[in-house]
């Protein structure tokens, strides 16, 4: 059981909007920042998003993320082909003084 | 770009040891902490340990607390987990990942990762 929540699978057409949801607790994401990875098949993760909803260089913008209480949510607007992949949210926790992940989402372009 | 690359996975039995090092370049290595992430076949990604900087403090998942060290050599540019006591549980592919800081802490994240090596645990 992984200490975040995240749905199994998600998929939509080409050129959709997709949402990823991210839940959590006051002791990680209550409390601290958001980073989202990107796994592509076959491949070592990504880092996708960090502090919430910054871009590191090189990732597109139609890339997008927010945070609320203990929730965050990933957003890829205009879905490509390129974007099958699992994704994986992740934070700080305080009580287990380390990195706690999601159970991974993977999206699906139709 | 930030280069990581692991070695020493394989085959072990379980109660064996093992010890994997990953060595980076591309980056000054002694300003930042450095960490192991883990998948099983088929599943999510699992923190599993963070050394910082300076390798003054050490972190640990509860599931191997004990069991794993972190360690790191600045003048190698190589950090080192060494296994002990493995179990079937332990088999996974295990990723070394630069963190975004000096700390492991709540202002940080893994910026660039491995392409990881395969640990498995079976008699």
């Known amino acids: 059981q992984s200490v975040l929540t995240q749905p199994p699978s998600v998929s939509e057409a080409p050129g959709q909007r997709v949402t990823i949801s991210c839940s959590g607790s006051?002791?990680?994401?209550?409390?601290?920042?958001v980073t989202w990875y990107q796994q592509l098949p076959g491949k070592a993760p990504k880092l996708l998003m960090y502090d919430n909803n910054l871009l590191p260089s090189g990732v597109s913008a139609r890339f997008s993320g927010s945070k609320s209480g203990t929730s965050a949510s990933l957003a890829i607007s205009g879905l490509q082909s390129e974007d099958e992949a699992d994704y994986y949210c992740?934070?700080?926790?305080?009580?287990?003084?380390?990195?706690?992940f999601g159970g991974g989402t993977k999206v699906t372009v139709l | 770009e930030e280069q990581l690359l692991e070695s020493g996975g394989g085959l072990i039995q379980p109660g064996g040891s093992l010890r994997l090092s990953c060595g980076g370049s591309?980056?000054?290595?002694?300003?930042?902490?450095m960490s192991w992430v883990r998948q099983a076949p088929g599943k999510g990604l699992d923190w599993v340990s963070c050394i910082t900087a300076s390798g003054g403090s050490r972190f640990y998942a509860d599931s191997v607390k004990g069991r794993f060290t972190v360690s790191r050599d600045s003048s190698k540019n190589t950090v080192y987990l060494q296994m002990n006591s493995l179990r079937a549980e332990d088999t996974a592919i295990y990723y070394c990942?630069?963190?975004?800081?000096?700390?492991?802490?709540?202002?940080?994240?893994?910026?660039?990762w491995g392409q990881g090596t395969l640990v498995t645990v079976s008699s």
């Open positions: 990942a630069k963190v975004s800081e000096t700390y492991c802490s709540r202002s940080s994240h893994m910026d660039y």
């Open positions: 006051n002791s990680n994401i209550g409390d601290n920042a």
């Open positions: 992740s934070a700080w926790d305080d009580t287990l003084n380390g990195w706690v």
């Open positions: 591309e980056f000054t290595f002694r300003k930042y902490g």
